[in-house]
């Protein structure tokens, strides 16, 4: 969809990218099928949130509580972030592409990932530092809401012991210190819940669930999405007028 006011757009939107494995079961193949059509579905979402003028976006790939999965998925999982991670390298060398244009934030505790996922992420964010880019990619990995509150908190205590520390203070001590809050969380494969996403940040949060499993989930369920939010009164606890 061409949308022509951008103002109107969500200035950041949240994916909580589920049903990999549901996709994957359905067709017969082993759930790190799901898994590898769900990074190449994120891939192209994130190529039409760009180009529709998203500023913020933030995926959910993996959660502090999936390392409870099966081994096996698990090292799939971690197998298919590393080529994802090659693969946006190579976008990046490749000249005129989005990426060069595009901010890109890890988020989560990235002290777990091994060493040759934690040297491509640094090549990834310090490139992506030296750049003005017209989008920030957050991609949350060994994410988990929680946790980032707490090493908020443990960061201003550390700083300024004594202190009493405000919602500000929090603000700018999370991952996502510097950007606005979500404006829409999206969430597929017909789940409502958070699941330990964007706590802090998902305050006022409009949240959209829709039935498609991710790796189906494309331009149009997003334009869907937006739509739907557009629609949306957004009241901050205030009264207003009914659409
Ligand atoms: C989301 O898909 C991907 C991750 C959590 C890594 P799932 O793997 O949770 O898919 P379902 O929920 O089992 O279908
Ligand atoms: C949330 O999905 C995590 C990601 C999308 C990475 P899950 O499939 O892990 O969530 P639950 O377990 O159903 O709540
Ligand atoms: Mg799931």
């Known amino acids: 969809?061409?949308?022509?006011?951008?103002?109107?757009?969500?200035?950041?939107?949240?994916?909580?990218?589920?049903?990999?494995?549901?996709?994957?079961?359905?067709?017969?193949?082993?759930?790190?099928?799901?898994?590898?059509?769900?990074?190449?579905?994120?891939?192209?979402?994130?190529?039409?949130?760009?180009?529709?003028?998203?500023?913020?976006?933030?995926?959910?790939?993996?959660?502090?509580?999936?390392?409870?999965?099966?081994?096996?998925?698990?090292?799939?999982?971690?197998?298919?972030?590393?080529?994802?991670?090659?693969?946006m390298i190579e976008k990046f060398n490749s000249g005129t592409g989005m990426y060069r244009r595009t901010n890109v934030n890890f988020i989560?505790?990235?002290?777990?990932?091994?060493?040759?996922?934690?040297?491509?992420?640094?090549?990834?964010?310090?490139?992506?530092?030296?750049?003005?880019?017209?989008?920030?990619?957050?991609?949350?990995?060994?994410?988990?809401?929680?946790?980032?509150?707490?090493?908020?908190?443990?960061?201003?205590?550390?700083?300024?012991?004594?202190k009493t520390l405000s919602e500000n203070d929090i603000s700018g001590l999370i991952y996502t210190a510097g950007q606005p809050d979500p404006d829409l969380i999206i969430r597929t494969a017909g789940e409502m819940r958070l699941s330990n996403f964007l706590l802090w940040q998902s305050a006022y949060a409009e949240l959209y669930s829709t039935q498609t499993y991710w790796p189906d989930f494309d331009e149009k369920d997003l334009d869907a999405a937006i739509e739907n939010y557009l629609g949306r009164t957004r009241k901050f606890g205030n009264i207003s007028e009914e659409k």
């Open 108 to 162: 989560g505790d990235l002290s777990v990932f091994n060493p040759v996922q934690k040297s491509l992420m640094k090549t990834i964010s310090d490139r992506s530092r030296t750049i003005r880019g017209d989008m920030t990619l957050n991609i949350a990995i060994n994410y988990g809401g929680r946790a980032e509150i707490v090493n908020a908190v443990n960061a201003f205590i550390n700083k300024n012991p004594g």
């Open 1 to 87: 969809m061409n949308y022509e006011d951008k103002t109107a757009l969500p200035a950041h939107i949240g994916f909580i990218m589920d049903g990999n494995g549901r996709w994957a079961t359905n067709r017969g193949l082993p759930r790190n099928k799901g898994h590898e059509a769900g990074a190449a579905a994120m891939q192209r979402i994130v190529e039409y949130c760009y180009n529709i003028g998203i500023k913020h976006i933030t995926f959910y790939g993996f959660s502090t509580e999936n390392w409870s999965r099966p081994k096996t998925e698990v090292n799939a999982i971690m197998n298919i972030i590393t080529t994802f991670l090659n693969r």
